[in-house]
Each structure stands twice: as structure tokens, then as C-alpha cells.
């Protein structure tokens, strides 16, 4: 996403966070009052947002110092940026500033802790993201995700071909939704969503770039791995587990062969990290 896009995208978390006014620091902060404030972790984990609550600061004319950057491992008392500008303006920003700094951040931490899990199991393995974010937020969210060291898995619909259930009920085979699937264009790679061995098998053969094994235990999941070998195919495919992935179970669905778990515990269950604004000096 552009610079541009996000930033109308914070324009409009500040426009719906502010109202027509922050009617509390129009009668207690002087209209020309210029102060300095830091941004303070009071949680551990992995920073993420700094890109995006600088453009809120920004909105309102303050200006940014990063002293840590998204990515980075962080600790309670980190001061993470200053912030000197009206007065007005940074009350303004605050919240959606921290909103946006809490919310990546705790994204970024659970994708970290993910990864960590799996990379012992295949340092190969790719952790992926899902869909299931908060409209208008998928960004964000993803964005978050990458910062943690995960895959977005796609921003967006067009982004790539993924049959689900749901499809191959309206078309009837998973044979004919691969056919079908092809057609959207030479460019997009075909994932299929398969719930059983057999299925897994069948959008193998009908030439499949990757196989979503959904809701499936890990040892179907090294079943169906070692039924795709029998059947060399397993070189032909990408395999994807997903479903009810989550900390506590994601080192076994990464041991048992597969080269992408994906999952929505970051974005659906991660909690934010804490973190706080406090105005450090008041220039009247």
C-alpha cells in the first residue's frame, strides 16, 4: 500500500477519534502552546507502528524522533519517540497514535513468538497470516505480521486464486474448480482447500500450486504428507495447514512436514502491548 493510501486511511482514524473538536484541551491548553512528549513501552515485545503513529503526529504538525524502530525488541521504560509540536495537536494524535503503536506491536510480538516455535521445528517453514482481521485494518494488521517475521498470506481478494469448501460446493469437483481457477491469469498461483487425504490428493493431481490441509490434526497432516510422497506429488505442491493453529500447537503442525502454517491467533487473539504518551515539557 502507498504512503498516500495509508495516510488517508489515518486521516480517518483521526477524523473519527477527534470529532469536530477536542473540546477538553480547547479550554485548558492555550491555543499557542508548544510542548515535548515521549512515547513510553510498558510491556516486552517487538515494536511495530512507528511508521504509522509518526503519520498521525505528523497530521496535526508535531514532529517525530524514533529512538527505537519497528522491528526492534523492547522493554518496560523504553522511551520509543519523542514528539515536539502544539499542545493541541499532540493530545489530538495521542490515541490514535498509541492505538496503532499497541495494536501492531502486540500483533508483531504473537507472530514473533510463532515463529520462534516453528523455525526449531524447519527453518524453512513460512508462518502466513489469514484474512480474518478487522475491516478497514487489514493493513495494519499485515503489516504487522511482516514486522513480525511472518507472511501477509494475501492483503486482499485479487492478491491470489484460493479455492475454499465453499467453491468447490458451487462448481462440484475440486478437479473442476483447479480447471476453472486457471483461468484467472497465468500470473496468480492456485490454492486449494482440501479437509481430507483423499481431497489433498485430488488437487495434487489436478495440478494445484498449493494444498490448504484445513482443520486436520497433525498426524492426519503427516499422513497426508506421506500419501502425497507415495503418490510423487508431494514435489509438486506447496502444503498449508490451517485451522485452530495457535501457540500451543504449532511447533507439531510445523514438525509434521508441512512448508506454511497459517493462522489468525496473531491478528484475532494477540493482545496489544502497552504503552503510554506523557508530555515531557510546555512551551506557552
Known sequence: MT???????????????????????????????????????????????VVEASISFDEVGAKVKALKHDGQRIKPGDVVMRIRGPARGILMAERTALNLLMRMSGVATA??????????????????????????????????????????????????????????????????AVK?????????????????????LSAARSGADIVMLDN??????????????????????????????DLANVASYAAAGVDIVSSSYMTLRAPALDMSLEITKSFK
Open 180 to 200: 476453472l481457477a486457471r483461468t484467472a491469469s497465468f500470473s496468480k498461483k492456485v490454492e486449494i482447500e482440501v479437509s481430507t487425504a483423499n481431497e489433498a
Open 3 to 49: 504512503s498516500m493510501m495509508v495516510r488517508r486511511k489515518i486521516r480517518e482514524m483521526l477524523a473519527e477519534d477527534i470529532g469536530f473538536a477536542d473540546i477538553t484541551s480547547e479550554v485548558i491548553v492555550p491555543a499557542k502552546a508548544v510542548a515535548s512528549a515521549e512515547v513510553v513501552a510498558k510491556q516486552a515485545g517487538i515494536l511495530a507502528g
Open 216 to 245: 486436520m490434526m497433525p498426524a492426519e497432516v503427516k499422513r497426508t504428507i506421506d500419501l502425497l510422497k507415495k503418490a510423487d506429488l508431494r514435489e509438486r505442491v506447496l502444503v498449508e495447514a490451517s485451522g485452530g493453529i
Open 111 to 176: 507472530t514473533h513468538g510463532m515463529v520462534e516455535r516453528i523455525r526449531k521445528e524447519n527453518p524453512r517453514i513460512i508462518l502466513a497470516a489469514t484474512r480474518k482481521t478487522m475491516p478497514l485494518l487489514s493493513y495494519f494488521d499485515k503489516r504487522a505480521i511482516q514486522v513480525g517475521g511472518g507472511d501477509p498470506h494475501r492483503f486482499r481478494l485479487d492478491d491470489c486464486v484460493v479455492v475454499k469448501d465453499n467453491h468447490i460446493r458451487l462448481v462440484g469437483s475440486i478437479s473442476e
